[in-house]
């Protein structure tokens, strides 16, 4: 009997990238014709990897006269997400605009609302602090529970327990700025009739790693099945440059910088997709554990925090549930 082999990368995320680009590119026409009776397709790029591919799959779709790329900028995003941006619409030679979002939610309250709890958490909060949130106890065997992370104009950082309403209500007020830009994407998607397309890719899309309503709303979605390391290489397959393929992943929403990891995975992109990959072929924890260079132990905390995590985010993908009868959509 062949013994199996040892859980790695290679093994988990192997993938025939030209089938893979060519089967998206036709089911994108097909859905776009067929389905959505659309003409082109809106994409917001980000500057990172994700949005990246999801525009250059686009384009290799339905061409880049028919993509309209929009950089949606606030006021703690970084100037590299936008330069990227850039860079990104310049390489595939699509019609795109920079519109800067802080407006809008200066006037919704969104930072307003946040310093208010980086004030009652930190007293001497104030101009030129910077902040974010910071994630630690799921796998450590414990609830999860966030921190506060503030940095004062010296550089020193400071760091207190957030209670849940806090949390709360920080989430809800950066909340706004991915609802604010669906809200601009699907402006210009109504302007030219077209689609929207939403760039989460498995992982985000497994673990509930996205706004209800804000970047979790799209017509197409066409990375969603694809793991955040498949991105990456289908990133290198379609020759995108090289600054957007070697571009870390960060949540660009909190002014202090913040890691996916650090926030809501627990675990660099990397390790987190080997374990959702491994947590649905069940893999054992022991496994795991060997492949990540953790315990038993730590695995089996790994594997129930995706669990909770899908338990707790299910609703997001869901459709308004209905007190009456079903009613067709058509």
Avoid at 58 to 87: C, D, F, I, M, N
Avoid at 92 to 108: C, M, Q, R, Y
Avoid at 260 to 271: N, R
Avoid at 286 to 315: F, M, N, P
Wanted: net charge neutral; with cysteine.
């Amino acid at each position: 009997m062949m013994a199996t082999k040892p859980l790695s990368a290679e093994r988990a995320f192997a993938l025939d990238y030209t089938a893979e680009a060519d089967r998206i590119e036709a089911r994108l026409r097909e859905v776009l014709t067929k389905d959505l009776n659309r003409r082109g397709l809106v994409v917001a790029i980000s500057g990172g990897i994700d949005s990246s591919v999801s525009a250059a799959l686009a384009v290799r779709a339905v061409g880049p006269k028919r993509v309209y790329g929009l950089l949606l900028p606030e006021r703690v995003s970084s100037p590299q997400s936008t330069h990227r941006g850039r860079l990104l619409a310049t390489h595939l030679g699509i019609e795109h605009e920079v519109f800067d979002i802080a407006p809008a939610l200066e006037a919704l309250g969104c930072y307003a609302r946040i310093d208010e709890v980086c004030k009652a958490v930190h007293p001497d909060y104030g101009a030129g602090w910077k902040n974010k949130i910071v994630l630690e106890g799921g796998l450590q065997g414990r609830y999860n529970h966030f921190k506060l992370v503030a940095q004062d104009p010296a550089g020193a950082l400071h760091e207190a327990r957030l209670e849940y309403r806090q949390y709360l209500q920080i989430v809800a007020a950066t909340n706004f700025k991915q609802r604010v830009r669906k809200t601009m994407e699907y402006y210009h998607a109504d302007r030219l009739n077209y689609a929207v397309v939403g760039t989460p890719n498995r992982l985000e899309y497994d673990q509930g790693f996205f706004v209800k309503n804000g970047d979790g709303s799209a017509d197409v979605k066409p990375i969603a099945h694809l793991y955040k390391s498949q991105v990456y290489a289908m990133a290198r397959f379609m020759k995108l440059p090289d600054e957007i393929c070697n571009a870390i992943p960060t949540t660009d929403t909190y002014s202090l910088a913040q890691g996916q990891d650090e926030f809501y995975f627990g675990l660099p992109y990397a390790q987190m997709d080997l374990a959702l990959w491994a947590y649905e072929h069940g893999e054992s924890t022991a496994t795991l554990g060997a492949a990540l260079g953790i315990s038993a132990d730590a695995a089996k905390a790994v594997y129930a925090d995706i669990e909770a995590k899908r338990r707790a985010t299910k609703y997001l993908g869901g459709a308004p549930i209905l007190m009456g009868c079903s009613v067709s959509a058509d």
